[in-house]
């Protein structure tokens, strides 16, 4: 909606009995991610990273991108120490094209790229865990200056990658290329075979029970296309449990060629 005409229409639209709507200034530009773990405001570690606008569609993105950005830091920074937050945190900012943040949101909790800052180094849930168990006792070395190293491409294969490339069948290849892509971290974990069978279920779920448009989101389904899927779906069914049980095969594997090192 970018005019007073069409926010009236909408709103004459909308039943009284149903929840008010929020309305917000629309920003567009790219999505940063700020995680981090406080004690009575002070930040004792962080993590920074980047999403673009086409990935950012609610929930862990595709892709992310690790990022130093001081700026960001200094703003999350005067956020938390007003808050005098204690804590897992997860604030998100929208920049524009002044390179200004603007905050989206803040969540109380670590973000879906947990697994990513601790693929660059960055052990935010040992943090926590020492906080939790040891509080005001505990020593920490804050970090004054970030250690990860930036522009590294995170990809959360399972399941937003699969469903990402499956919705957009132009970049399928994309899912294969990036494998030879240098400074590419995943979310694929073949010492833990269970978290790999986990995370293909889940992607299976997704791909079953959801009818997804080109951009990830559900829509309806008639019963003639859900009757012409069907078969489809046994297929799919077949080829994932398969595919999981060659994974957790492989990985186990691999565990025992490492503990026999």
């Known amino acids: ?6 926010l009236k229409q909408c709103y004459e639209g909308f039943d009284p009995a ?10 567009s530009g790219d999505v940063y991610g700020f995680t981090a773990v406080c004690h ?22 595709a892709y992310s991108t690790s990022v130093l950005n001081q700026k960001l830091f200094v703003q999350a920074q005067n956020i938390i120490q007003k808050l005098q937050w204690n804590g897992a945190i997860d604030l998100d900012f929208i920049i524009d094209e002044k390179r200004d943040f603007w905050l989206l949101e803040i969540n109380p909790r670590f973000s879906g790229t947990l697994g990513f800052a601790h693929k660059c180094g ?33 990809r959360c294969l399972f399941p937003s990658e699969v ?8 970049r399928f290849g994309r899912f294969f290329l990036n494998f030879l892509r240098p400074g590419t971290l995943t979310d694929l974990s073949w010492r833990d075979p269970g978290l790999m069978l986990g995370l293909l279920r889940q992607t299976y779920w997704l791909w079953q029970d959801q ?51």
Request: charged letters at 25%; aromatic letters at 10%.
């Open 40 to 61: 009575q405001g002070d930040i004792l570690d962080c993590f920074m990273f980047r999403m673009d606008a086409e990935h950012a569609r609610g929930g862990t993105a």
């Open 211 to 261: 009818r997804l448009d080109k951009n990830g989101f559900e829509v309806p389904i008639t019963k003639a296309k859900a009757e012409e899927k069907s078969f489809s779906r046994i297929v799919t069914k077949a080829l994932f449990k398969r595919f999981a049980q060659d994974v957790s095969s492989i990985s186990a594997k691999i565990c025992q060629t490492q503990a026999k090192r």
């Open 122 to 154: 960055v052990d935010l849930a040992h943090t926590y865990f020492v906080l939790a168990t040891q509080g005001h006792r505990a020593c920490f070395h804050q970090r004054k200056r970030r250690t990860y190293k930036a522009g590294l491409l995170f």
């Open 1 to 6: 909606i970018d005019n007073a005409a069409a």
């Open 18 to 27: 149903e929840p008010w709507p929020v309305v917000q200034e629309f920003i």
């Open 163 to 170: 469903i990402y490339c499956v919705t957009h069948k132009k």
